[in-house]
């Protein structure tokens, strides 16, 4: 029953991906953006700082499981990664990390995200370099400009998006913003930043379905269980699962578990 409600779910994604972005959008950020805006207060003063060892152990198995899934994927030579996602992997993930620092994120909440945001720039460097190779002259390689339409709209709408959520780190960062109204800005930039999670997924989650060789089920499925661990030790620390920092962890263990599930078909869903 599970298996087959699943199947219809990304099949639904997969071919009218615009109406599961719409559903996704309302279901899952909105609404919990809304809550967290509702039931959570971003003064530093107020953050609860819940840093225990064991919360300690946590972020780093978290970390650690992150590390053995890159490892995983980068030395399994038949993983032929999507450029496009791990592009936007690359710089989203680098930028996340700076802003969740800047909200006032743990260390246990930050190792994960570190970890993560370095080697996806690997990831998206061996990218670059193998289509280098294949074309020297170049620079920005060909097939990097999806052709499938509804990749390039994800690459264009997670383009715009991240350069909304920096425009607002940036405006309070520059104290162009005043600081009475940082905690709508830290919401904002949190917000829209899961909002990318998404966009920037869907060219490797619909390559996977149409091509599921092309992946593999053992680094995916290690990274979906490193954000349910970053899940519990993000929730220990704030001790409020409406907070901006879940969204990070509760989008990116279902986007990782999907890619997980994908790989595991041998045929077209």
Not at 39 to 49: L, Q, R
Not at 94 to 99: R, W, Y
Not at 121 to 150: F, G, M, Q, Y
Request: glycine share 4%.
């Amino acid at each position: 029953m599970i298996k087959i409600t699943i199947q219809k779910i990304l099949t639904f994604a997969f071919n009218y991906p615009l109406r599961f972005f719409v559903i996704y959008f309302l279901l899952f950020t909105f609404l919990y953006g809304l809550g967290t805006l509702l039931n959570t207060s971003f003064s530093e003063t107020e953050i609860v700082s819940n840093t225990s060892p064991y919360i300690l152990i946590g972020g780093v198995i978290a970390g650690l499981l992150q590390l053995l899934g890159y490892i995983l994927y980068l030395r399994d030579p038949d993983i032929d990664p999507n450029p496009v996602t791990w592009f936007m992997f690359a710089y989203g993930t680098t930028i996340l990390t700076v802003l969740e620092w800047d909200a006032y994120a743990t260390v246990p909440e930050l190792i994960l995200p570190t970890v993560c945001a370095v080697l996806a720039v690997v990831v998206s460097l061996k990218c670059w370099l193998r289509a280098r190779k294949l074309n020297p002259s170049r620079w920005w390689p060909e097939d990097w400009w999806p052709e499938d339409k509804w990749e390039r709209w994800s690459f264009m709408s997670d383009i715009v998006i991240t350069i909304g959520y920096v425009s607002v780190w940036i405006l309070v960062t520059t104290t162009l913003l005043p600081e009475a109204h940082m905690h709508v800005a830290v919401l904002a930039f949190l917000f829209l930043s899961n909002l990318s999670t998404f966009p920037s997924f869907y060219p490797l989650l619909r390559e996977t379905y149409l091509h599921p060789h092309k992946e593999h089920w053992a680094p995916w499925t290690v990274w979906t269980i490193a954000y349910t661990i970053l899940g519990v030790v993000t929730y220990q620390v704030n001790g409020n699962l409406l907070h901006p920092l879940m969204f990070y962890p509760i989008s990116n263990a279902a986007m990782h578990g999907m890619v997980a599930y994908l790989s595991l078909k041998k045929h077209v869903l």
